[in-house]
């Protein structure tokens, strides 16, 4: 950790979060150059998910190389194009809010900007009892889930996202969107989460990942295929990878985009990637307030645990002082966090301890403001999502 940023929080009373400005936008500005390392100049769209602070998300966006936003909610789309953060807001995951898709259909400027996700007839039924409600005067923008994971036999391997996999189903589902005058079909997105999202802890996480990129990759153009020989000529975008698989999925034909984000934040899980490692930009910084013993201390607060499948790389993770871990029945607690260490002999009551958490963007849900630093001096303070008083579910 950098002394410089330690040292321009140092008269602060914790708890509150920190960006390291530089550090983020460097690393936003490396996410570009591994996507353009296959000799291709696939542009980023940015995954808010991961960084729910919507100035970080503007400085971003004005750098060259990003188009657009993949956002985790249609509420938050449509927020997005208010605040004009965005014109070009695509949401990665299914609306079944009748009244949020009301919404959405029922101004020019959200028809203009957003782009919903289906993968299902349900789906469109769905929307088709919206509009039959709303009768919006424009068509309504839809992209394609695809299932991008491993099928092995009887073995799945990646996210349980959406039922079309194969190319004909790709294709059937097309079909039926272009039955409906009123749906306009405008990309396909497949996001390889056994490849961008799994960390490097084996090999047999390395065969795995080899034999997946190579199983998608042609899967994926011929699903293309069949979507345009289905008569789907509207085609505007094919978005796919992660921050894990930029590499990999930039040098597919067939890709237009990439959905990134998380290694703008460095999180923790990218410490056990074996192919890349952005610089940490984010953490939170809670105050010791009790010594249960000589080697340890305990912190207020803690949580912040990652989601996905429990285990211990979803855990905050000590960065400063060096040699604190957490108790192993104990973990990061709710509302404290004791610690164990030679370095906990020295800290006194309101030290600051720097934790990094495993995934970008959860912890913002803890904190209002984060504390921007940048050239060793906080330059200013950023809202996030809940300081904005902004919660998606």
């Not at 993770?317 to 604190?324: I, T, Y």
Request: hydrophobic share 45%.
């Amino acid at each position: 950790m950098k002394d410089d940023l330690r040292r321009a929080v140092a008269d602060l009373e914790a708890p509150f979060a920190v960006l390291d400005l530089d550090a983020a936008l460097d690393n936003a500005a490396d996410l570009v150059r591994r996507a353009s390392a296959a000799g291709r100049d696939v542009p980023v769209r940015l995954a808010s998910k991961s960084l729910r602070i919507r100035p970080l998300m503007e400085r971003v966006l004005a750098l060259p190389g990003y188009r657009g936003v993949l956002s985790f909610h249609l509420s938050e789309a449509l927020w997005l194009v208010d605040e004009l953060t965005s014109d070009n807001v695509l949401v990665a995951y299914p609306c079944a809010h009748r009244d949020v898709l009301a919404r959405w259909m029922g101004e020019q400027r959200y028809l203009d900007a957003v782009t919903v996700m289906v993968d299902s007839a349900e789906h469109l039924e769905l929307l088709d009892t919206v509009y039959d409600q709303v009768r919006p005067s424009a068509r309504l923008r839809v992209c394609l889930d695809i299932d991008a994971g491993l099928r092995l036999g009887p073995l799945r391997i990646g996210a349980k996202r959406s039922p079309v996999h194969a190319p004909r189903q790709a294709a059937h589902m097309a079909q039926q969107i272009l039955a409906r005058p009123h749906l306009k079909l405008v990309g396909l997105m497949a996001y390889e989460g056994q490849i961008a999202g799994t960390t490097d802890t084996s090999r047999a996480v390395a065969l795995m990942k080899k034999l997946s990129v190579r199983e998608l990759a042609p899967r994926r153009a011929k699903i293309l295929r069949a979507v345009r020989d289905a008569g789907a000529t509207e085609i505007e975008f094919i978005n796919g990878g992660g921050t894990g698989s930029i590499e990999t999925t930039s040098a597919e034909d067939s890709v237009t985009e990439i959905g990134a984000g998380s290694g703008i934040i460095g999180s923790a899980l990218f410490d056990h990637y074996a192919s890349f490692r952005p610089q940490p930009a984010e953490w939170f910084v809670l105050p010791v307030v009790r010594r249960p013993g000589r080697r340890t201390v305990t912190v207020a607060g803690g949580g912040r645990v990652g989601s996905g499948p429990p285990g211990t790389d979803r855990l905050p993770v000590v960065d400063w002082p060096e040699g604190l871990s957490m108790a192993r029945l104990e973990g990061p607690g709710e509302v404290q966090t004791p610690l164990m260490g030679a370095a906990a002999a020295s800290l006194r009551l309101g030290d600051h301890v720097w934790f990094r958490a495993a995934k970008a963007g959860e912890p913002t849900e803890f904190a209002d403001e984060v504390i921007v630093v940048s050239g060793g001096r906080i330059i200013d303070r950023w809202p996030t999502y809940r300081g904005e008083s902004r919660s998606f579910v």
